[in-house]
């Protein structure tokens, strides 16, 4: 899964990054422990008039789906399983017709180890590079407010996950679908896409990232805790 990650570019590098057309909303400060139901910058490949665009939002970190009778649902979203996504109910409509990037730096995991304990690790790219979370997003109405009330659609994401790298499996049996710079990133955003048999076969088609694992200190499991120190290894 990816419970917790890092996000502390600022958002000149996310817009160079993934090729932004408008930026949506007010900065975000840096995040070296971005925990769910925090909020959360996505890409999305859908302009306001319905056409391709590249747009940097602001989301909360948990889908909460339209049919959602209260928001809390999406602290038990935070991840969609990318084997399954096409036909759960909380999640299907949205990977068809809203799919996202969500950056990041890195993502920690905890490794268990044979005594019980757990390993806190910080996990990123051989280059410190960013990386693009395969992710989705829904819009949700409060249905407690009454109607002709101030009321505003809420926007959620989730990010999905997919069985861990051979090489990454000790840490966590799961990760992040990471998906590359490029015509890959360019697909999934494309909101042309719609075919079932084709976003699956996209899915497929991700390869498995190379990313370097490093012990960090277990400062990182207290979401008060939030500062660049957090992924120096230990």
């Given at each position: 899964?990816?419970?917790?990650?890092?996000?502390?570019?600022?958002?000149?590098?996310?817009?160079?990054?993934?090729?932004?057309?408008?930026?949506?909303?007010?900065?975000l400060?840096?995040?070296?422990?971005?925990?769910?139901?925090?909020?959360?910058?996505?890409?999305?490949?859908?302009?306001?008039?319905?056409?391709?665009?590249?747009?940097?939002?602001?989301?909360?970190?948990?889908?909460?789906?339209?049919?959602?009778?209260?928001?809390?649902?999406?602290?038990?979203?935070?991840?969609?399983?990318?084997?399954?996504?096409?036909?759960?109910?909380?999640?299907?409509?949205?990977?068809v017709?809203?799919?996202?990037?969500?950056?990041?730096?890195?993502?920690?995991?905890?490794?268990?180890?044979?005594?019980?304990?757990?390993?806190?690790?910080?996990?990123?790219?051989?280059?410190?590079?960013?990386?693009?979370?395969?992710?989705?997003?829904?819009?949700?109405?409060?249905?407690?407010?009454?109607?002709?009330?101030?009321?505003?659609?809420l926007?959620?994401?989730?990010?999905?996950?997919?069985?861990?790298?051979d090489?990454?499996?000790?840490?966590?049996?799961?990760?992040?679908?990471?998906?590359?710079?490029?015509?890959?990133?360019?697909?999934?955003?494309?909101?042309?896409?719609?075919?079932?048999?084709?976003?699956?076969?996209?899915?497929?088609?991700?390869?498995?990232?190379?990313?370097?694992?490093?012990?960090?200190?277990k400062?990182?499991?207290?979401?008060?805790?939030?500062?660049?120190?957090?992924?120096?290894?230990?």
């Amino acid at each position: 899964m990816c419970g917790r990650f890092v996000v502390a570019r600022a958002t000149a590098d996310l817009v160079s990054a993934f090729d932004i057309d408008e930026v949506i909303g007010d900065d975000l400060r840096p995040s070296w422990n971005v925990a769910p139901t925090q909020a959360v910058r996505i890409v999305t490949g859908r302009g306001a008039d319905g056409e391709p665009s590249r747009r940097l939002e602001t989301a909360r970190w948990g889908l909460v789906p339209v049919w959602a009778k209260s928001r809390s649902v999406g602290s038990r979203a935070i991840n969609a399983r990318s084997e399954t996504v096409l036909e759960k109910p909380t999640f299907r409509s949205a990977a068809v017709k809203r799919r996202a990037l969500v950056p990041a730096d890195g993502y920690y995991e905890w490794e268990v180890t044979a005594g019980g304990g757990k390993i806190p690790t910080y996990l990123h790219p051989e280059d410190d590079g960013l990386l693009g979370f395969a992710g989705l997003y829904e819009f949700w109405l409060d249905p407690e407010v009454p109607e002709g009330e101030d009321n505003e659609w809420l926007l959620t994401t989730t990010i999905l996950t997919r069985p861990a790298a051979d090489a990454l499996g000790h840490i966590h049996d799961r990760m992040p679908v990471i998906v590359p710079a490029g015509d890959l990133q360019s697909d999934w955003l494309d909101p042309a896409l719609t075919d079932k048999s084709e976003i699956r076969s996209l899915l497929d088609a991700i390869p498995d990232p190379v990313l370097v694992p490093r012990e960090v200190g277990k400062a990182v499991g207290n979401v008060r805790n939030n500062g660049p120190e957090l992924i120096v290894g230990v």
